[in-house]
């Protein structure tokens, strides 16, 4: 055993009580914040809760619509709390609230902020013990109950309720808690269906069947005494999964996707069943000094046998040879085929500096956190893996997408020379691998975003797609740009193909919304919208392209609802306040003039600043204002701007307002694509 690397650390236990409000979605924001305050404060004033609190034995996570209470010691205290709650909220029966009760493994961790944060299994089956209830429910995972069981206080009000089926048709043992005074001693409703009847569920875009050679690469657990060591860890996950996804004989599926089961329980149904895989690759990662040490397992995700398991200790300098290690053992054992040039990919060493090599790492790490704080980072570490490796082509290949992404999304003013930068990185990456099919996607960003030689950029595609078959970001990026020719059959089945490689994707998921609402699929668009919102509530862009598609439908007030909701998460009440209230005073119009109003002041201020401020921004606002003179104004500009927004004008319903005025053809037309 190397030094400083010690056996795997224990899981702690926590006792977890999950809760939230019943219908807070369909509650007015003022309702929503009420709702909470005087949650929050029956919660605050629970003698559990404070004893617990004043011991430190404590953990409250907020989860945007309730909360989750995770006690560190006294497996009775969820219970009581719940009872505790339960009472206060009889004299407030407007907060219709349900709990849900389990005990299991916690671990800590770092959220998108790198705050300490806890995660687990505990928590993951709490909620959805807690889903399954109605209003005034406190249900119990039978875990709990029968550690409850044994005492008479508890043993008469406990009521068993059988199985119930979760999402993704996993199945849970559950039990309702209610005596006279509390709780809610009717079935719940999810636990009513009969067994032949599929219940309700949430879902995911679904991904085709498994096929026999199909494999998920699982976050490796960081076991490094150091939490700082956890790029290197997702290095080594992310890095594997690249030498696989060269396989053309495999379907591999994608990072993004993967993360999701960072800290959930493992679940191998589960997996199956929303990424369309037959074979899951497990690991952990530990790092001390010079040393490493990776130990893998892959298991048959469709029959729970593990196929194959290995510990490697190793000097830091030989991680490439343990990660194209592990590649080709996986795919013998799956039976895959390969070219001379995947066998090469399989064991090639992409650099001989070992600090350049971390430092890449660390750029890949603040890449795939996409536009949350930090994301910036990414160009900088790139950079300097370049200054200590000239030759390194992955590093090249990253700093062209970053450039590449900030440059077509505004993120940077559209100069050329960014978008010589972002050319410039892709090229030499090819230069130095022409294998590297990753690099094509900035290269062909480049050519249609800038030059607006979409022949070209449509060539870039075709080719990096041969060289990385599984590179679902490549397809997803296809398919955005095949909408804005009209070759809308073509650009469904790359984003199809995208999805099945990335199936639980934020990104991927939200843009497959955006691609039906650029075709005018409304009713699909508004479905898949909600669909990304399954994924996570809180994000914005799905919520303000949600109201977008509303609006097209004409259903002022849920569009009113989504776009308040968006601004509330970016943490811009004013601006919601400023919406809600006028759309209740004085109607849909009017709130939008109002909104573009306060909008326009701060576009003015930043750009008074010196801050680069889209065209495209201005044309919304001045359209919403009502000001079309202003908005044809600022369209001629943003025509001109080199960046995505000029070419999706076209196809963009939320810009339909403009198109009847034969002014909107006139400038289009001046958006002339090789």
């Known amino acids: 055993m190397p030094a400083d690397i010690e056996s795997d650390p224990k899981l702690e236990i926590g006792h977890v009580l999950a809760m939230d409000i019943i219908g807070y979605s369909k509650l007015l924001i003022h309702e929503q914040s009420d709702c909470l305050k005087r949650l929050n404060n029956i919660v605050r004033g629970t003698d559990h809760l404070r004893m617990a609190d004043a011991n430190e034995k404590l953990i409250r996570l907020p989860t945007g619509d309730g909360m989750v209470l995770v006690f560190l010691e006294d497996p009775k205290a969820p219970i009581e709390c719940a009872m505790e709650i339960s009472t206060a909220l009889k004299r407030q029966p407007e907060i219709q609230l349900r709990m849900g009760i389990h005990s299991g493994p916690i671990n800590e961790v770092l959220d998108v902020n790198e705050r300490r944060n806890v995660a687990g299994a505990g928590i993951d089956i709490a909620q959805r013990v807690m889903d399954c209830g109605d209003a005034g429910h406190i249900l119990l995972s039978k875990r709990v109950a029968d550690d409850l069981a044994p005492y008479s206080r508890w043993n008469p009000h406990l009521h068993d309720l059988g199985e119930c089926e979760v999402k993704h048709g996993r199945k849970i043992s559950l039990v309702n808690f209610y005596t006279k005074e509390i709780g809610n001693a009717k079935r719940p409703t999810r636990c009513s269906a009969p067994r032949d009847q599929p219940l ?31 790029y290197f860890a997702d290095g080594v996950q992310e890095e594997i999964l690249m030498r696989l996804s060269r396989i053309r004989d495999l379907k591999v599926v994608s ?3 993967t993360q999701r089961y960072r800290s959930a329980p493992t679940n191998l149904r589960e997996i199956v069943e929303q990424l369309g895989v037959a ?49 080709a053992k996986i795919a013998d054992i799956l039976q895959a085929k390969l070219t001379d040039a995947e066998e090469k990919a399989l064991v090639a060493r992409p650099t001989e500096n070992s600090e350049a090599h971390q430092l890449y790492l660390k750029g890949r790490f603040y890449w795939n956190k996409w536009l949350a704080p930090g994301f910036e980072k990414s160009r900088d570490y790139y950079q300097q893996a370049i200054e200590l490796d000239p030759s390194y082509a992955l590093a090249y290949a990253g700093l062209a997408d970053y450039y590449g992404f900030a440059f077509a ?84 089945v790359e984003m199809r193909r995208g999805i099945e490689l990335d199936p639980l994707s934020l990104r991927f998921n939200w843009n497959w919304a955006r691609l039906l609402f650029f075709m005018g699929l409304f009713d699909q668009a508004i479905s898949q919208f909600h669909k990304t919102l399954e994924l996570d509530s809180n994000h914005v862009a799905a919520r303000e392209w949600l109201g977008y598609a509303y609006e097209r439908k004409g259903m002022n007030k849920e569009a009113i609802t989504e776009w308040v909701k968006a601004l509330v998460l970016t943490g811009d009440s004013e601006l919601a306040g400023v919406l809600e209230r006028t759309y209740q005073n004085s109607g849909f119009g009017a709130a939008l003039a109002a909104l573009a109003e306060k ?39 943003a025509v001109e701007e080199r960046n995505r927004f000029a070419l999706e004008f076209k196809v963009n319903p939320v810009f339909d307002p403009l198109r009847s005025d034969p002014r909107f053809d006139g400038l289009i037309t001046q958006i002339r694509v090789r």
């Open 279 to 327: 074979h899951i690759l497990e690991g952990s990662v530990q790092k001390a000094g010079d040393q490493v040490r990776v130990h893998v397992q892959l298991i048959n995700a469709q029959t729970d046998s593990h196929l194959w398991a290995d510990k490697f200790d190793r000097k830091l300098t030989d991680i490439f040879a343990v990660e194209s290690e592990i590649a």
């Open 409 to 492: 999304n505004g993120l940077l003013p559209p100069e050329e020379k960014w978008a010589k930068a972002e050319e410039d990185a892709a090229n030499k990456a090819l230069e130095l691998d022409p294998t590297l099919g990753e690099a094509y996607n900035p290269l062909a960003a480049a050519m249609l975003y800038y030059h607006r030689d979409w022949s070209a950029a449509q060539r870039y595609f075709q080719r990096g797609i041969e060289l990385s078959p599984n590179f679902a970001e490549m397809r997803h990026h296809f398919a955005l740009c095949l909408v804005l020719f009209g070759r809308n059959d073509e650009a469904l």
């Open 255 to 257: 990072r993004t996707s």
């Open 200 to 230: 309700p569920q949430k879902t995911v875009s679904a991904p085709t069947p498994a096929t026999a050679k199909s494999i998920a690469v699982l976050p490796f657990e960081n076991l490094s005494h150091d939490p700082d060591n956890a």
């Open 599 to 637: 909008q326009l002041e701060r576009l003015e201020a930043k750009t008074g600043c010196g801050g680069y401020v889209p065209a495209v921004e201005y044309v919304t606002a001045y359209m919403r204002r009502g000001n079309k003179d202003q908005a044809f104004v600022w369209l001629a500009k």
